[in-house]
């Protein structure tokens, strides 16, 4: 991932230059020296985003998992290289497809057998791979190429390790139970056909039934299986995690000459006041896309940073809200990219008038959540 990370930024930056670099250039070493020569303020640049995607990978470590997977495509010197890597992109071919296979490669390391796949650790990989591509978007929006050409590192904010975990283990649940049911309904997808006659163990019957409950109690799932429950219960899973990650990293947003324009962030939960108040208002639009009013929500958790400004503002918070991930997952253009709170009962007051007065007026679309509580 680091050497990928490195390599695209130093491509990008070597193809806006005037005088490119000569055909015989053909490391990254090569590279480097010769931005070195005609470009040295914006390289030191380079590195500073490199030695920030380190401190990524080293707070979110489930990404390292798809080191082995990146290394096989790129070091298989074939015919099929760009097809392969243009469908994992979502260019052409059958994308979601070739993304679970990847993800099942990389969590499992080629070990996985009867073709299954541990349901916790492909939803933590796409959890921390949306995690770091929402870091990378947000700090391209708020830094850009600062007048020095230094950027400067930011620590990454401690995780609600909590929360994400209660997350994972929903989705984790929704996946198994999906199976399960699948299974006592005798539709088990040992595949991506999703035959109702293929097994995990290749046979039929009572020994099908027993290598599915085995199966169920070590918390795998088939391929099939985790596809049909993506399919039809969080469709955009892969696609706003894995594949727009994989995105940003062969093609640096912001860097690319192909890809000026920055994916769109993660959903973020906001203030009403930032549409209600003129006054909030102005305040947020002097301070740059990255200010918000700082709230806290007992579902979603702080939508800020710990440092606030003395405005009345704080700097949007780079950490991606579990609950928030898995409503984008469920759909990126329904559920991004700015959550007004329009009520809250802790802050309003428990009563239908308070949440009748809250939400008179409002036209947009509007979500109700209520979180269950165990007794």
């Not at 959890?127 to 050409?149: C, H, K, M, R, Y």
């Not at 009572?206 to 429950?229: C, D, L, N, P």
């Not at 009403?272 to 639009?285: C, F, H, L, M, N």
Request: hydrophobic letters at 40%; one cysteine or more.
């Amino acid at each position: 991932l680091p050497t990928i990370w490195r390599c695209s930024h130093l491509l990008s930056l070597n193809a806006t230059l005037e005088e490119p670099s000569s055909s015989s250039i053909g490391t990254a070493s090569d590279i480097e020296a010769h931005l070195v020569r005609h470009a040295p303020s914006e390289l030191t640049f380079v590195r500073g985003r490199c030695q920030q995607f380190e401190l990524l990978l080293a707070e979110f470590t489930a990404l390292t998992k798809m080191n082995a997977s990146l290394r096989n495509i790129f070091t298989n010197d074939d015919h099929q290289f760009l097809e392969r890597v243009s469908t994992l992109l979502g260019m052409h071919g059958n994308h979601s497809h070739a993304s679970l296979e990847f993800v099942c490669d990389a969590v499992c390391a080629g070990a996985c057998s009867r073709g299954t796949i541990p349901a916790k650790d492909a939803i933590e990989l796409c959890f921390e791979t949306a995690s770091v591509l929402n870091f990378i978007i947000l700090q391209e929006q708020s830094s850009g190429v600062p007048a020095d050409d230094e950027l400067v590192l930011v620590d990454v904010e401690r995780r609600d390790i909590s929360a994400e975990a209660t997350m994972m283990n929903s989705m984790d649940n929704s996946l198994l139970e999906y199976a399960k049911s699948s299974r006592d309904n005798d539709n088990y997808f040992g595949g991506y056909t999703g035959d109702p006659g293929a097994t995990a163990a290749g046979g039929t019957g009572t020994s099908a039934a027993a290598a599915a409950s085995t199966i169920a109690k070590a918390g795998q799932v088939t391929m099939g299986e985790f596809s049909e429950w993506q399919r039809k219960v969080v469709p955009d899973l892969l696609h706003c995690s894995l594949t727009k990650f994989l995105q940003a990293l062969l093609f640096p947003p912001g860097r690319s000459p192909s890809h000026r324009q920055s994916p769109a962030p993660f959903p973020i939960v906001r203030s009403s006041q930032e549409i209600t108040s003129p006054q909030t208002a102005s305040k947020v639009r002097e301070g740059g896309g990255r200010f918000i009013m700082p709230i806290s929500s007992h579902v979603f958790g702080e939508n800020t940073a710990s440092t606030t400004s003395n405005r009345g503002t704080a700097t949007s918070s780079s950490l991606l809200s579990p609950p928030l991930f898995a409503f984008a997952s469920i759909s990126i253009p329904k559920f991004g990219e700015k959550w007004y709170r329009i009520f809250a009962g802790e802050v309003d007051g428990w009563t239908f008038q308070s949440l009748e007065h809250s939400i008179l007026g409002y036209e947009g679309p509007t979500l109700l959540v209520i979180q269950a509580r165990n007794n």
